[in-house]
């Protein structure tokens, strides 16, 4: 149990659920027909859940020195593993993640490389820059890429679009997650990015999704406002409780992409919100 717990601290699970929603709705942007092909779904879960937890192990193996000042409580600086048990599994489960995504063609094959590439950089770099928030941006991009290319009809514009949005709303996300344990000040014009979904949502989806794409950003634009309220409008400030609450709205974030989807589908992007809440409570998030 131990062990187990170490390892769900490390590979931050409880954000798993928005990784196989992208991965959904990047994959439902590349295929859009109601014949389309599932036989590809769980070999892009799986690749996608390793490249996503490897790439989590290794950000507590860069992070060791820093989180022993400020996050002491982490697995490393607590003493429950290794750091160089850490980074070794790390390396291992992105090079697993990549081979297995590899088998699924040689563009996918191609984005996973870019994708692992991004997620090392990430981590090696990302404390020593401020601009990291559009790094981390830039892996949940290559993941909907990656998604999108195992498609009947590739990455379409659409996947690109709805990436960039994804994207937008994680630089909005890391900005306000990088105050987290420094305890800065945190500024309200980054949040702006949050928006971008609604607004590609509301650009792209017309006549019968209009009114889908209105809901689910009404949805959306609420649930935003009710995390950023324990950051800028509560008496006593709570960061990581946003952080948490944006990381779970992914979910949301990744159906609006996908606002015309049957509704046995859509009862997926629901499922997986609410398994993010849920695993959050056992998990941290951050």
Sequence with gaps: MHRLRTF?????VSNLPTVWTNCLAGWWLGSKAWDIETKTLPLLLAGATL????????????????????RRERPIPSGAVSERTVLKAGLAMLAAGVAGLS?????????????????????????????????????????????????????????VWCGLALGAYIVGLSYVAGRESTRAAVQYWPCIFLGAPILLALIM????????????????????????RHTFWAGARNIGRTVSGLLAAITIVDWLAVADVPRPVAAVFVAMFLLALLLQRFVPAT
Aim: net charge negative; proline share 1%; aromatic share 10%.
């Design 103 to 159: 088998c699924l063609g040689w563009t996918t094959a191609i984005l996973a490389v870019m994708l692992a590439g991004c997620i090392i950089l990430y981590n090696a770099i990302h404390k020593m820059l401020t601009v990291s928030p559009v790094l981390m941006a830039a892996c949940r991009f290559l993941l909907y890429l990656v998604a999108a290319s195992t498609g009947s009809d590739g990455v379409t514009g659409a996947a």
């Design 8 to 12: 769900l601290a490390l590979g931050r």
């Design 51 to 70: 490249l996503y937890i490897g790439g989590m192990f290794l950000n507590d193996a860069f992070d060791a020195d820093f989180d022993a000042q400020f």
């Design 205 to 228: 989806n017309t006549n019968d999704y209009l009114k889908d794409a209105l809901l689910l950003s009404a949805v959306l634009g609420l649930w935003i406002a009710r995390e950023l």
